[in-house]
């Protein structure tokens, strides 16, 4: 089964490279760039990776993205991915990345986005995987800092299609960035957010009415609220599920309580993501992997998740 799916041609539409991050390349990087790892080594980072909830993983997750300093470390991380993608036939990816995670720690803003950029290029032409780059506010911080951030981006406007909204979702709705979600859209940016992974069915709500997004991420939350699902349906509004994140960070308890194949089976255009793929234990082909392990997952049901991620792309 697993080689199967792995051969099943999709599209990957929520994944932060900053989450694609391997112990190994974090060890490489660090040496690069002589920084100290508070880890003895990859065994005991690899261990560190038992989370309680998304603030858990966000922790470690900034905390890792600190070995990235230079153009040539974010080419690196991108292209790994993109070998990824080739390897588990990801035919399209439209990865996100968070700028200010990076400005905020004193890199200047066109060296990530410069070095991304460069690698989905060069993914484009040498390996044929069509992309498309989403840049991703940290919902964390004000919206000021959020409208700054766009701003900066104007110049580089052509290396990205879309804006997204993550990091810690309790007390930040959607809501925080009406203006820099409207300014965005303005430009002629296509809309995303995550909403509904430990956030209430309300900020699913105001993800669609007040940012005007045209998918949600993770948006699991929605099983709470029938005519939000009523919603999905009608409108074919897809959700970038992820189910390996999900567990591994306690939105539910065990795969076998996924929503996943009964969203599918109502109509909601669910897809199949790996969000943080080298923190939760797998890439997409994994991710597919445990829905059939734990869930009974068919074939003719892998096919119809996997031409929903075909049919919710949205990058040019
Ligand atoms: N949720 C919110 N923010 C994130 C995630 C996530 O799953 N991964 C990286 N940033
Ligand atoms: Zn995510």
Request: proline share 6%; net charge negative.
């Amino acid at each position: 089964m697993y080689d199967w799916l792995n051969r099943l041609p999709k599209a990957e539409l929520h994944m932060h490279l900053e989450g694609s991050l391997e112990p190994e390349l974090l060890f490489t990087l660090a040496r690069r760039n002589a920084i100290d790892l508070p880890w003895a080594g990859v065994e005991q980072l690899r261990d560190a990776y038992a989370f309680n909830n998304l603030q858990e993983f966000l922790d470690l997750y900034y905390q890792g993205a600190d070995v990235l300093r230079t153009e040539q470390d974010f080419y690196d991380l991108t292209w790994a991915y993109l070998l990824k993608c080739q390897a588990q036939n990801v035919v399209h990816t439209e990865p996100f990345y968070d700028p200010q995670t990076h400005t905020e720690r004193g890199i200047p803003f066109e060296v990530a986005l410069n070095g991304i950029s460069q690698a989905l290029q060069d993914g484009r032409k040498q390996l044929g995987i069509s992309s498309g780059l989403i840049l991703s506010f940290l919902r964390h911080l004000p919206e000021e800092e959020a409208l700054k951030t766009l701003k900066q981006a104007m110049p580089y406007r052509d290396t990205f299609f879309a804006v997204g909204l993550d990091s810690s979702e309790m007390g930040h709705p959607p809501s925080k960035f009406q203006r820099v979600f409207e300014q965005a859209r303005g430009e002629g940016f296509a809309a995303v957010a995550h909403a509904g992974e430990e956030g209430p069915p309300e900020y699913i709500w105001e993800a669609l009415d007040l940012l005007k997004v045209s998918r949600i991420d993770h948006g699991v939350r929605a099983t709470e609220d029938p005519k939000l699902i009523d919603r999905l349906i009608e409108e074919q509004i897809p959700l970038t599920v992820c189910p390996l994140s999900n567990t591994k960070l306690c939105v539910f308890d065990d795969m076998a309580e996924h929503p996943i194949l009964e969203l599918l089976e109502r109509g909601v255009k669910v897809t199949v993501n790996s969000d943080d793929p080298a923190y939760f234990g797998g890439y997409v082909t994994e991710n597919f992997m445990a829905l059939h392990d734990s869930l009974g997952m068919t074939r003719e049901q892998a096919q119809r998740l996997a031409q929903n991620s075909l049919d919710a792309r949205m990058a040019p």
